[in-house]
């Protein structure tokens, strides 16, 4: 043969092994599917081993066919505990095994492997791509040893008795016809960094932060089931010892990444749009749990209390019931089947006043954000809308859920933050009495649970994983979940292989099976593939049985993400096939009829390109709308309907304080799609105002027709935070940055808070090395290195000092929408700003020389990558920018420490030594704080302790002004006393005051107001 054919290198990828993964694209999971497990595994090594004895002392090419041979002698076998092993039919024959020259190219030898298989195999079902590299598994295996370079398999045609690729043979795929996504590869968009610039969707570089509430959109009445791939399981017929399912490689671990991925990308975007979606994972990364049960004691106990107003009673179907040992032991154990009167009954009123409550009050155990999820059993007389209040730290949220359905498991209600010192008003949750269902009957109150928690479900003999519960695998959580009561629940000893079904399974449960009610569902499942470390691009599958709903989801949304990414991120991205083949979880069966679903292996998280391109949160969001623009399309194709496209995030933010303590927020609307701006949303037809006492709980919001709002009647003292949504029919977008407001005296000094940090990249996200998975993964949680809210450390330590506080986003500065000569002090956040993003662009430069050329001003600023970016890497403008208006120099890139030593004379004299380590409490982790030097006629006021020392701030004074420069965040001051007491220096330092005396500043110039 002279080359290496299209159809040969197909072939040849069926037998390519690296990391389990076939350079077809076969996932990695198709692994589960191969007959190379436990006792199966033995049996073929124990009929090899013998054969390869027995061949030893003979030439490759005759061990080699003896070897063939002997694979063909097993077809039929099966081992101890009666599993196949072999995927190879029966009846077939060998025809012969070839040995021809290798190709140039080739490093090694060639074989080639000709079968004459039945003719009613080839004629059937079972006759697919899959099948076929099943089999071609099986010689590679057994051929290892060999050490052969190229490997082809081929067979026999019945009809023309030729010898031909198996490949020919295979029946042609058939889809649904569908319009593919326009190309917009010959877009006119500028290049940067070898990705197009995405200017276009500048918002998808914010945080999804999850907005309170319960969103509408054009996803409302729509279930999604997402499987989040996998993760730890109890390994205890092999290793005996929990285990992740993949190793670690370019920081990616994929039993983590996807669920990370999933759960703080992909469900936040979809709850805005109006779904209801369910996970087969916990997609709660909270480490902490609290569940209140109505069979729970009405007095304070561990994990809250249980109390109920109005008339109830004593349902006869069972419910949840709290475990009282440490975990939930056995592969059968059904948490929401532990007996009967296990919830309660309230009948209903028509009313707007309950005549019933259910309220459940919990001991939350660390302030944070938590999942809120309740249960109840489902029943046809149960409310269509029952009304769950959430008492929370920013307000009272109202959640409506359909009892009818869904019955005996968790169901998410939405995610709040919530505080453990907190009123119990402010950590409960109450279940009222109240519908509008005119056909319901009553209400069901069950449990209520708090937080992901760790796991705690004992299935085998390892005990409890240790692990978060979002880390673990499907089966486990699932266990958890009241899935026993399908009947489906894996329970054999398996549970990395044997628990792939359970996925769809689970779909299908809570889609019809088990309430007789039918939802509006649909369901993917999300992995990422690995070959050979430089294979890239996305691959789909459907199984052999697929609905023809199921083959034109997957159509849709491969072509969407295909064009999404391919556009947004990586010109030129490889375009692979939507394939079909069978695995567990995306067996149309398993997932019943009623739902479209397929199979995504998103990229290619071996080659370090994908890897990276994936770690990055900007890459992740485009990676998350894609998915729900194809979820549209896809019903806009089956329902005949035009669906509207949730906007994108306002910009410009501001929020600006009055004397007379009226504070005004303004924004700018977002861009709206347009023929060169395809991958956006909508316009925004209103916008929600979100308002919060402590800048992390927020109310539901307001609606607001403009693009401004005023809030009146606060008083002096009064702290708010706020943040702004964009809405249209198709839902509502991610917040803007958190920005802050304080009242106070008329003749209170005034300060404005800049946030500059917009820095949201793979550098900034913490990395944290996984006990046996043999590396180190990111943890993607934007609330651990980005969580756009900085300025409540900020805001929150100056608040005592009594000054007026506004804030705004530093592109508003830049534009000169807001001036900062109407502030007495600025205080500019820098975070880790750094190149990219640039810490002081030109136009921020020019403002704050002339805000300095003013007199009787101060200035700080505190950043990570100051001096690096204006110094180590800036133009000459940046260093006399930094010299000359900053006070300040650059000594050194990273101080190697987290701690921090006042220096004696200076305005923080006597102040403790303070830490600026995550281990210590610190927000996020400030890897490479500047060393700083005193510019001409500043004097160093901190200084790094340990490490290699040198100055951590400086402070610089003429008779009109005063500066502080600090060499990393503010923000990342450890504890919230520590912050306190070093702005209260500064606040005296700046000579600020809180109007209750005449203002004056240092050297006595009189503050402006």
């Not at 191969?34 to 073929?44: C, K, N, S, Y």
């Not at 709040?416 to 402010?426: I, L, R, V």
């Not at 370090?608 to 709308?625: G, K, M, V």
């Not at 600020?992 to 009189?1006: A, E, V, Y």
Request: hydrophobic residues 35%; negative net charge; charged residues 20%.
């Amino acid at each position: 043969m002279q080359g290496v054919s299209r159809m040969q290198k197909f072939n040849q990828a069926i037998f390519a092994t690296i990391t389990g993964v076939s350079l077809l694209g076969i996932p990695r999971d198709a692994a589960a599917c191969l007959p190379f497990h436990g006792d199966v595994a033995e049996h073929r090594a124990s009929h090899l081993d013998g054969v390869k004895k027995l061949a030893a002392n003979r030439s490759q090419q005759e061990r080699s066919t003896m070897i063939v041979a002997e694979c063909l002698a097993m077809v039929g076998e099966k081992s101890v505990s009666g599993t196949p092993v072999s995927a190879i039919p029966e009846g077939t024959k060998l025809i012969g095994v070839e040995f021809p020259k290798a190709t140039k190219d080739s490093a090694g030898e060639r074989v080639e492997i000709q079968l004459d298989l039945p003719a009613e195999f080839l004629a059937s079902d079972e006759f697919t791509a899959f099948r076929m590299y099943r089999i071609g598994k099986e010689f590679e295996a057994a051929l290892f040893d060999e050490n052969f370079s190229e490997k082809f398999l081929y067979v026999r045609d019945p009809k023309s008795g030729e010898i031909v690729d198996f490949n020919t043979l295979l029946p042609e795929e058939v889809v649904t016809p569908y319009v593919p996504e326009p190309d917009y590869a010959s877009m006119e968009m500028s290049r940067k960094a070898g990705k197009p610039e995405t200017r276009e969707i500048e918002s998808y570089k914010k945080a999804p932060v999850i907005n309170p509430g319960q969103p509408t959109g054009a996803l409302s009445g729509k279930t999604i089931f997402i499987n989040q791939s996998h993760g730890w399981f109890d390994d205890y017929t092999v290793v005996n010892r929990w285990r992740v399912q993949r190793g670690a490689g370019n920081n990616v671990l994929e039993d983590f990444d996807s669920a990370t991925f999933i759960n703080m990308y992909v469900l936040p975007t979809l709850r805005n749009a109006g779904a209801k979606v369910q996970t087969v994972r916990e997609s709660d990364l909270q480490t902490n749990m609290v569940i209140v049960d109505n069979a729970d004691s009405s007095t304070l106990g561990t994990q809250g209390r249980f109390y109920t107003t109005g008339t109830w009673t004593t349902s006869s179907i069972n419910g949840f019931k709290q475990k009282t040992t440490a975990a939930w032991t056995g592969v059968t154990v059904n948490p929401f089947n532990q007996g009967a009167g296990a919830n309660i009954l309230a009948a209903v009123t028509t009313g707007t006043t309950p005549t019933a409550t259910a309220v459940y009050v919990a001991n939350i155990p660390a302030d944070g954000y938590y999942n809120v999820y309740a249960s109840w059993t489902g029943f046809g007389a149960r409310a269509r809308d029952a009304r769950y209040l959430v008492h929370h730290s920013g307000g009272v949220s109202e959640v409506r859920m359909d009892q009818r359905i869904d019955g005996y498991t968790w169901n998410l209600l939405g995610n709040w933050y919530f505080e453990k010192n907190a009123p119990e008003t402010e950590r409960q949750v109450v279940l009222t009495n109240v519908t509008a269902d005119t056909t319901a009957t009553n209400v069901s109150a069950d449990a209520v649970r708090w937080g992901g928690g760790m796991g705690d479900m004992n299935r085998h003999t390892s005990g409890v994983s240790g692990r978060p519960r979002w880390e673990e695998e499907a089966v486990n959580y699932l266990q958890f979940t009241g899935f026993g009561y399908s009947g489906d629940l894996y329970a054999g000893d398996d549970d990395e292989g044997g628990g792939w079904s359970d996925r769809p399974q689970y779909a299908r449960w809570e889609h019809s099976g088990k309430d007789g009610s039918v939802e509006d569902a649909l369901y993917f499942a999300w992995h990422t593939n690995a070959a050979n470390g430089t294979a890239r691009g996305l691959t789909t599958y459907r199984s052999d049985t697929a609905t023809a709903n199921s083959i034109t989801f997957q159509t849709i949304m491969h072509d969407t993400m295909y064009a999404h990414i391919s556009n947004l991120w990586i010109p030129g991205w490889t375009v692979r096939s939507k394939n079909v083949t069978n695995f567990g979880e995306n067996n149309q069966n398993s997932m019943g009829t009623g739902i479209a679903g397929f199979l995504i292996e998103g990229l290619f998280h071996d080659t370090p390109a994908d890897a990276q391109a994936y770690s990055e949160p900007e890459f992740r969001r485009i990676y998350a709308r894609a998915m729900l623009d194809g979820i549209l399309k896809y019903i806009e194709q089956r329902d005949g309907v035009t669906l509207t496209r949730l906007p994108e995030i306002p910009t410009n933010f501001r929020v600006l304080t009055e004397p007379n303590g009226r504070m005004t927020l303004t924004w700018t609307a977002p861009p709206a799609r347009s023929g060169s701006a395809p991958y956006i949303g909508n316009a925004a037809t209103s916008y929600r105002v979100y308002t919060s006492r402590n800048g992390y709980g927020f109310d539901d919001g307001q609606s607001v027709t403009g693009t401004s709002f005023t809030v009146n009647g606060l008083q002096p003292g009064d702290l708010r935070y706020f943040r702004v949504a964009a809405v249209n029919a198709g839902g509502q977008s991610f917040p803007t940055e958190t920005l802050a407001a304080r009242a106070a005296n008329p003749m209170a000094s005034t300060v404005l808070i800049v946030n500059g940090f917009d820095r949201n990249e793979r550098s900034l996200i913490p990395v944290q090395t996984i006990t046996n998975a043999g590396g180190s993964t990111y943890l993607n949680d934007y609330r651990r290195f980005q969580a756009f809210n900085y300025v409540v450390e900020h805001a929150s330590a100056l608040a005592p000092t009594g000054v007026r506080i506004s804030s705004t986003c530093n592109e508003s500065v830049a534009d000169g929408t807001v001036n900062l000569a109407d502030y007495n002090a600025v205080f500019w956040i820098l975070g880790e700003e750094s190149t990219t993003d640039e810490t002081f662009s030109s136009a921020e430069q020019s403002r704050v020389s002339a805000f300095l050329a003013l007199g009787n001003r101060s200035f700080f600023t505190s950043g990570a990558e100051l001096g690096w970016d204006l110094v180590t890497r800036g133009t000459t403008a940046d260093s006399s920018f930094m010299s000359e208006q900053l006070h300040a120099g650059m000594a050194g890139d990273d101080a190697g420490t987290y701690t921090v030593t006042a220096v004696a004379g200076g305005p923080f004299a006597g102040l403790a030594n303070f830490s600026f380590a995550t281990g210590s409490g610190a927000r996020y982790d400030a890897e490479y704080p500047d060393i700083l030097t005193a510019g001409g006629g500043a004097t160093a006021a901190l200084n790094y302790s340990g490490g290699l020392g040198g100055v951590a701030a400086v402070v610089y004074s003429t008779g009109t002004s005063r500066q502080i420069t600090m060499g990393f965040p503010f923000e990342t001051i450890a504890t919230g006393t520590a912050r306190q007491q070093f702005m209260a220096r500064t606040a005296t330092y700046f000579g600020l005051t809180d109007g209750s005396s005449t203002p004056s500043g240092p050297n006595g110039w009189m503050l402006t107001q």
